[in-house]
């Protein structure tokens, strides 16, 4: 036990700054992926049938795949056509990308289960579909779209891991350097993976809470 505590005091430090890259890494791709999530997903709906092709060609091609093959080209091809990134920079382009695709579909979903009687009393008092749109549909599918939006977070952070294999220095990669250099790979994976847990557990709480409230507010509105 006593062995155990001086590797955890050792070990922590570089554990903990790479912690703090993991969570940087994934609250600035997923801001970055709700933005361009949220234009993918409206063109998916568009009536434009060029925009609609090629925001589900996008869709398409990033869901169909792998993110390992995605931060692996945009690290390595990104530079071949004159593009430098750090490590840190192409983990942040890699995974929002990946996960922007996700949340369109999400946000797109979040739209569809609007129920369309909503935008023809839009449309009755005088609006037009884009006005109709950002007031009264996106509101209410954004708010439709926070638990599963909430789920893709947790996704995306466990996700964040992969940037280890283009050197950013998360949590997953000062594992490794450790573990390669002192050879005490049970320690310190037991410790990335409770990291990993402890980072998750506050945006596990916060999305069993949206979906309590969802479902209580879907049931007093059966109600009435």
């Not at 490590?87 to 579909?105: R, T, V």
């Not at 990993?196 to 557990?201: E, N, S, V």
Request: glycine share 6%.
């Amino acid at each position: 036990m006593s062995e155990l505590i001086k590797d955890v005091k050792m070990f922590f430090p570089a554990l903990l700054e790479g912690a703090w890259l993991t969570i940087e890494l994934t609250v600035i791709s997923l801001i970055l992926a709700l933005i361009v999530g949220l234009f993918i997903g409206l063109g998916r709906i568009s009536r434009n049938r060029i925009i609609y092709r090629i925001c589900s060609i996008y869709v398409s091609i990033i869901r169909g795949t792998p993110l390992l093959v995605q931060l692996v080209y945009v690290y390595f091809v990104f530079p071949d056509l004159g593009i430098e990134l750090t490590p840190f920079q192409a983990g942040i382009i890699g995974l929002s990308i990946n996960e922007s695709a996700y949340l369109a579909e999400i946000f797109r979903a979040g739209i569809k289960s609007v129920p369309k009687g909503q935008t023809e009393a839009a449309q009755s008092l005088g609006m037009n579909y884009s006005l109709a749109m950002r007031r009264i549909i996106l509101p209410q599918a954004i708010r439709n779209a926070l638990p599963p939006i909430g789920n893709s977070a947790i996704i995306l952070l466990k996700n964040s891991s992969l940037a280890a294999v283009i050197t950013v220095g998360e949590l997953m990669h000062q594992g490794e350097i450790i573990a390669a250099a002192t050879f005490k790979n049970m320690e310190i994976f037991t410790m990335v993976a409770i990291m990993y847990w402890i980072l998750h557990y506050p945006i596990s709480l916060l999305v069993d809470y949206l979906e309590k409230r969802g479902d209580h507010q879907h049931a007093s509105a059966e109600r009435h």
